[in-house]
């Protein structure tokens, strides 16, 4: 495996191409769940909160449950900030030469993404909850803004689980493949020194002085043969 492309990331010192960046799956997750963030967050700021006057302070008009204002808030303005976060360093783990920063990098994306996946989700039931037992604001005051906040909350559960996801996938891809470049070596005739050596005929140094010699038969083996010379008889 190439360090320079592990865990899904292009070669290293590739020359950076603004839209194939903005145009990977992951960017667009992320560019979503950024969006979707501050929609959350300007419904809930805008229209989330109505000032009562017999209680001479601001309640959060789902149900009167500031709970459910601020957890909304939150999950949203947290969200926001590590989608740009990550965007960011979707762009240095291109430059990442070192395949334990990527591996990191990856990792730290799923945990995290998965993590905001499951609070969206708490976010949502709870909001959901909280407004459906809340009374008619007055004048509709805080309607549209409420339902767009459940709504986008809702999605925002699938885009961070899709970014987790993905995540997952760039993990096991470098996983395996750092296990694929290990097969070579341990398959026969993969080249290492142990692999080299079966290769070799039995024989070995006899064989190959037949082959490259001609002889058919290996020096001094008849027995008896004159050896060209007399012998001294004492």
């Known amino acids: 495996m190439d360090n320079g ?3 899904g990331g292009s070669k290293v010192g590739a020359p950076f191409d603004p839209v194939v960046f903005v145009k990977k799956p992951i960017v667009i997750l992320r560019l979503t769940a950024l969006l979707f963030s501050i929609i959350v967050f300007g419904c809930v700021s805008s229209q989330g909160w109505q000032y009562h006057q017999d209680k001479a302070q601001e309640l959060c008009i789902m149900n009167g449950s500031n709970t459910a ?3 909304g808030n939150g999950v949203a303005v947290v969200a926001f900030l590590a989608a740009i976060g ?4 979707e762009y240095f783990f291109e430059q990442m030469s070192n395949v334990k920063s990527r591996k990191h990098f990856v990792i730290g994306d799923c945990v995290f993404s998965g993590l905001w ?3 969206f989700l708490v976010s949502f039931c709870t909001m959901t909850h909280q407004w459906s037992k809340s009374e008619e604001p007055p004048a ?3 309607h549209g803004n409420i339902g767009g906040a459940i709504f986008f909350s809702f999605l925002s559960i699938f885009i961070w689980g899709g970014c987790s996801l993905l995540a997952w996938q760039r993990y096991k891809a470098g996983y395996e493949a750092a296990f694929v470049g290990l097969a070579p070596a341990l398959a026969p005739g993969g080249g290492s020194g142990y692999h080299s050596y079966e290769q070799t005929p039995p024989g070995g140094g006899y064989q190959n002085y037949q082959q490259h010699t001609g002889h058919i038969k290996p020096p001094f083996s008849e027995q008896g043969a004159d050896p060209g010379y007399q012998q001294v008889q004492y």
């Open 140 to 142: 509709g005051y805080g």
């Open 5 to 7: 492309e592990a865990f």
């Open 117 to 119: 996946s499951f609070t």
């Open 86 to 89: 990550l965007i960011i360093g």
């Open 69 to 71: 204002c601020h957890l």
